[in-house]
């Protein structure tokens, strides 16, 4: 069986030989000791106003630089400013109702540990350009 | 007085041979100061090693964009003569914690570590951020050169009076439990 697979597999490719520069990879048709091509360095939006949501379940963007920013169970660097008792001597949006709520429905006294880590849904911007054209519009209610 | 003068002759290859001495113990201090203020001698520790210096080599005193360092006593020591001296002294506290072992493994590093943390913050704010503030001085920092949440925080900060390590923690090294310091920001339990 294993004989007759390879075999089989051999004259595919006699019969429809792959042309290099038809396949095409992410890293393009370099050689495989050249090297590729660094990616650009992109800045992150350190200091901007908050975003304006593009459809209404968003999480909203982060509209600042969050390096060195942990999230561990130690302690949240966001919620030193985003926190229901941190958010008026930071000035910062608070952390909705919503997040209150643990995935069982129930009502918690501090935040959900399903919605501890920010990152999941919360992306800091760079300025630059998108990878694929897009038309997306916001929905009718956010225009 | 022929006595006298005999007496004085004397003594002095005595003072030089004193003089030799008092400098090179003088030298010798000095440079074991010096020494002792390194951070390959900080790290010769494994307690520092490998806990408060893997943790800093991720952060911002350790590499930047501007390539300026601070290394462990520029922040955890005087610059100033005597004040070094007192921190230099309090050490041998440390010193002998080391030779108990008593942070000598990652666990028992943790299980101490706010209290560790609370006596760093505890002296930084009693010397104002004295070591933040040889480098970082208010008077020239350019708030208009900030982001607008940094100016806005800095002189609601200089307002109330507040000094660097109160919003400034975990700067260099990472924190500790802080849920009994701010339980908002904490994962509910």
């Known amino acids: ?143 | 007085m022929e006595n006298l003068e005999k007496k004085s002759a004397c003594k002095w290859p005595i003072f030089f041979f004193g003089a030799v001495v008092g400098v090179l113990l003088v030298a010798v201090f000095l440079g074991e100061l010096n020494y002792t203020a390194t951070e390959k001698f900080c790290i010769s520790c494994h307690e520092m090693e490998s806990n408060v210096y893997m943790e800093y080599k991720d952060t911002a005193h350790y590499m930047n964009k501007s390539g300026v360092r601070a290394t462990c006593t520029d922040c955890h020591l005087s610059h100033n003569f005597f004040e070094k001296i007192a921190r230099k002294t309090k050490a041998v506290n440390e010193v002998i914690h080391h030779f108990k072992g008593t942070i000598d493994s990652r666990e028992k590093f943790l299980a101490n570590r706010l209290e560790m943390a609370q006596g760093v913050w505890a002296e930084m704010k009693a010397n104002d951020s004295r070591e933040c503030r040889s480098c970082h001085t208010s008077e020239n920092m350019d708030y208009s050169k900030q982001s607008s949440r940094a100016m806005t925080q800095h002189l609601k900060g200089d307002d109330e009076g507040k000094t660097c390590i109160e919003c400034h923690k975990g700067l260099a090294h990472r924190l500790p439990d802080m849920q009994s310091i701010d339980p908002s920001a904490v994962i509910g339990r």
């Open chain 1, 1 to 143: 069986m294993k004989k007759a697979l390879l075999i089989l597999a051999g004259l595919t490719c006699v019969a429809f030989p792959i042309n290099a520069d038809e396949v095409k990879s992410l890293r393009g048709t370099r050689a495989l000791d050249a090297g590729s091509e660094p990616p650009e360095i992109n800045r992150i939006i350190a200091d901007d106003r908050p975003i304006p949501r593009d459809f209404v379940q968003q999480p909203p963007l982060i509209p600042h630089e969050t390096e060195g920013y942990r999230v561990d169970k130690n302690y949240n660097k966001c919620l030193s400013c985003h926190s229901w008792v941190n958010y008026k001597q930071a000035k910062a949006t608070k952390v909705p109702p919503t997040h209150f709520k643990d995935r069982d429905g129930n009502e918690r006294a501090n935040l959900s540990p399903g919605r501890y880590f920010c990152a999941q849904c919360h992306v800091h911007q760079v300025d630059t350009k998108p990878l694929v054209e897009n038309e997306f519009e916001p929905v009718k209610a956010l225009r």
